[in-house]
């Protein structure tokens, strides 16, 4: 028996594909509408037969759906919210997939009706690639998904969203929207703020050109384009409504960086070795605990 009658997905990217082929495979509703605004997706989500219905009109997607659920950058949920506002079923669940939450609440609180289960979600994957081809069912297998409710949310309406992501493979954590978006900060929004700097830098030194930068390029700044590579308009929405938290941790950054900068001017290498010691043991703290695999040059397939 499927866990829903309908679930609907707005937006059908890497996130929301998978999403979509992992309901399939796990057979959690017994009809998948979808609806995405770009037109190279829906030729391409027609012919991968994504969905059992692939709506031109938003409102006829999500309605008399019992879940819903946002895959679209964070920065278009107001509009979305208030299209869809008329067409939500009494009793039904309005999700997201956004890597910020508590904006989720400020953005679609105000025209989700009374009788919606307003519960924001962040399933914590993905990769660099973008587009309905991209996706795939396993991509939530062994990965956290946070939800992010309110105190007073309906108990029963988190516990099937809890479901829901478990049936997709994934480990299933309630926090604070709050919570989740300082944690996130540090452990994803940082690190890709760093990453797209990073990049950033390379390519406009005068005294290397893009060819040597990327002809020599090291496994670090290798690794770094692969994180910059990410989606310019999620990315872009996720610094704008995670500010607050964001510009937090990079004062931290801030801070860290310039007791780094003392020590290797002064040659205090006794500073720089304990900060390293330090960060290595977090590397294997993720391994532990199944974030990460233990394989060499961070699993790279090599020829023998």
């Known amino acids: 028996m499927a866990l829903f009658d309908k679930i609907a997905i707005i937006g059908l990217g890497l996130i929301g594909s998978s999403i979509a082929r992992g309901i399939k495979d796990k057979k959690l509703a017994d009809v998948l509408s979808g609806y995405d605004i770009n037109p190279d997706y829906q030729n391409t989500i027609k012919e991968l037969c994504l969905v059992d219905d692939l709506c031109t009109k938003i ?29 939500l079923k009494e009793g039904a669940i309005l999700s997201d997939v956004g890597s910020v939450k508590a904006a989720v609440f400020e953005m679609l609180g105000p025209s989700t009706p009374e009788n919606v289960h ?15 081809e991209s996706g795939f069912s396993s991509l939530f297998q062994d990965r956290w998904a946070i939800i992010t409710p309110l105190d007073d949310a309906d108990q029963n309406a988190v516990d099937k969203l809890s479901k829901f992501w478990q049936g997709l493979g ?39 050109t893009k060819s040597e930068v990327i002809k020599f390029s090291a496994g670090g700044f290798r690794d770094f384009t692969r994180i910059a590579a990410s989606n310019p308009t999620m990315w872009r929405d996720v610094f704008l409504n995670n500010k607050e938290a964001v510009l937090e941790m990079l004062g931290r950054f801030s801070e860290d960086l310039t007791a780094l900068q003392r020590a290797i001017r002064w040659g205090d290498g006794d500073t720089l070795y304990d900060m390293f010691v330090k960060t290595r043991r977090i590397r294997r703290q993720i391994i532990d605990a199944g974030q990460d695999e233990d394989v060499a040059d961070f699993g790279r397939k090599h020829d023998k």
């Not at 409102?59 to 759906?65: F, I, N, R, T």
Request: hydrophobic share 40%.
């Open 59 to 87: 409102g006829d997607a999500v309605k008399d759906a019992d879940l819903i659920i946002l895959a679209t950058p964070v920065g278009t949920y107001s509009e979305i919210g208030k299209e869809i506002k008329s067409y």
């Open 118 to 132: 307003l519960i924001p979600a962040h399933p914590v994957a993905g990769t660099e690639q973008s587009g309905p």
């Open 170 to 208: 994934s480990n299933v954590e309630i926090m604070n929207a709050t919570h989740h978006d300082k944690v996130l900060a540090i452990t994803s929004h940082v690190p890709h703020l760093i990453a797209y700097n990073i990049v950033g830098t390379a390519r406009d030194l005068e005294e290397v």
